[in-house]
T-cell receptor, first 116, second 113 residues
Framework: AQKITQTQPGMFVQEKEAVTLDCTYDTSDPSYGLFWYKQPSSGEMIFLIYQGSYDQQNATEGRYSLNFQKARKSANLVISASQLGDSAMYFC?????????????FGAGTRLFVKA | NAGVTQTPKFQVLKTGQSMTLQCAQDMNHNSMYWYRQDPGMGLRLIYYSASEGTTDKGEVPNGYNVSRLNKREFSLRLESAAPSQTSVYFCASNTGGSYNEQFFGPGTRLTVL
């Protein structure tokens, strides 16, 4: 069965510092996609970054990067130079081509607090 | 572009009442999804529609029905609401496939008394 695990219910980071949010996944599918979404207190879900299982390089999008370690089945999100606006819930998610890519599963999330 | 819209934003029901949550997207996406989000949990897939004319069960389909009315619209119906269905419901869409991020609506907060 597929599973996403986020072991950090809450994290604190000082403004302007970097922070890593952990995500491990479990799947037997050879081809899959990994996503990170942000959910601010306003409630909407915002896509941040994507990593394909066959991508050789770690994905980056501005201040966000994904530390993809396939052998360890981990896909940690790194946020550099944290800003107060980064305070939010962050969800790791996975979908696989074996399910047509439609059955995305989400982790329980990590709540990030950025301190001034 | 409005993206993904959902109505209503808030709803309170009594046990046994029925209601339909509406979702529409204007991005010409093939695939649409309904999720529920409960405290301390991530989103769980209720139903999805890979393309117009098709629907399939997700992780937690019991107590729900869906209709893909056309390419733009995907509705979720609760026939007989139960307190266990108190949740925040999100609709999402994408072009389909595992390599495409989903675009989410603002959510509907449903309380069943």
């Amino acid at each position: 069965a597929q599973k996403i695990t986020q072991t950090q219910p809450g994290m604190f980071v000082q403004e302007k510092e970097a922070v890593t949010l952990d995500c491990t996944y479990d799947t037997s599918d050879p081809s899959y996609g990994l996503f990170w979404y942000k959910q601010p207190s306003s409630g909407e879900m915002i896509f941040l970054i994507y990593q394909g299982s066959y991508d050789q390089q770690n994905a980056t999008e501005g201040r966000y990067s994904l530390n993809f370690q396939k052998a360890r089945k981990s896909a940690n999100l790194v946020i550099s130079a944290s800003q107060l606006g980064d305070s939010a819930m962050y969800f790791c998610a996975m979908s696989s081509t074996n399910t047509g890519g439609f059955k995305t599963i989400f982790g329980a999330g990590t709540r990030l607090f950025v301190k001034a | 572009n409005a993206g993904v819209t959902q109505t209503p934003k808030f709803q309170v029901l009594k046990t046994g009442q029925s209601m339909t949550l509406q979702c529409a997207q204007d991005m010409n996406h093939n695939s649409m999804y309904w999720y529920r989000q409960d405290p301390g949990m991530g989103l769980r897939l209720i139903y999805y529609s890979a393309s117009e004319g098709t629907t399939d069960k997700g992780e937690v389909p019991n107590g729900y029905n869906v209709s893909r009315l056309n390419k733009r619209e995907f509705s979720l119906r609760l026939e007989s609401a139960a307190p266990s269905q108190t949740s925040v419901y999100f609709c999402a869409s994408n072009t389909g496939g595992s390599y495409n991020e989903q675009f989410f609506g603002p959510g509907t907060r449903l309380t069943v008394l």
